[in-house]
C-alpha cells in the first residue's frame, strides 16, 4: 500500500510533495531494519543494505510509472532546451524525493544512536577518505569516539579522483536503468545513505547541526545527484523506446537523440559538482 500512494503525475505538478514522500520512505525503512533486523545475530552484518532495500522497494512503483511517463513526452520534443524543459519537472520531483531521503537517514541516524544501521555506508566513506586504515577509521567515526579530520590530495589530483569516481556511479547508474528502468533507484538510494553517513561524521552526530551537514555536502551534491538522475531518466526512457518503438522505428531514432542530450546535460552537472566540491566547498566547510 505504501509504496503505491502517489501518483506521479501530481508529484510532477508538486515537486516539492516528494520531498514529504523521501522522509517518510527514508523513515520507515531505518525504523523498520532497527526494529527487525539490527540486533539479529546474523542480519545485524547487512543492516545498512536492508535500509536501502525497504527504501528501494517504496520507491520502485513511483520510477517506473515517472520514467513510461516521461518516455511518452520524449516521442514528441527535440533539441537541448525542448528535451530539458520536458523532462525538467521530473528531474524536481527526484531531487525533492533525494533531500528527503538525505534528511531522514541524517536524522534517524543521529536519534536511533545505532551503528549496525549505517556500517556499510561508514565503511564506504572510510574506504573514499583513507582506504589504508579502513577498519581503524571505522572504529573511529563510531558514536563513541571524537572524530578527527583526515589528509587531503592536491585539489588537481582530487578533482581528477572525482570526476573518475563520479563517471563509474554514472555509467553503472545508466546501465542499471537499461537493465531495468527503475532499478537505479538503487544507486541513488545508496548514495543518499552514504552522504548521510558523511554528514553524521562531519557534524560528529550533534542533531543541532545536521542543517550545516546538509548544507555542506549538498552545495555540491545538488548537480552531482541531479546528473545521476537525469543519467537514470535516459536510460530508462532508452530502454522504454526500444521495447515499445523497435530500435528501427523513427520516434525510436528521436528518443536517441534527446537520450545523448540527457546524458551531455549529465556530463556538465558533474563537471560543475567536482568543480564545486574541490574549490568552492572547502572555502567555507574544513
Known sequence: MLESIINPKRAERGPLKMFFVGLVYASLSLL?????????????????MIVITFCVMFSLPFMYYLIKQEEDEDEHVEGFFGVWKAHSDALYAFMWLFLGFIVAFSLWHMILQNDNLFNAQIETYCWINNPEKVNDCVAEYSFEQQISSTGAATK?????????????????????????GAGAIFILAWNASVIAAAIGIFTKYQLTDVPLGILRYMVHGFPEIAAYFITALAGGIFGVGAIRNGIRNRKFLKIVENVVILLFIALIFLVVAALVEVYFTPLFFK
Open 32 to 48: 523498520l531494519v532497527n526494529w527487525f533486523f539490527s540486533n539479529d545475530a546474523v542480519l545485524s552484518k547487512f543492516s545498512g
Open 156 to 180: 588537481e589530483l582530487r578533482f581528477l579522483s572525482i570526476i573518475e569516481n563520479n563517471v563509474y556511479v554514472m555509467i553503472f547508474t545508466l546501465i542499471f536503468s537499461l537493465i531495468f
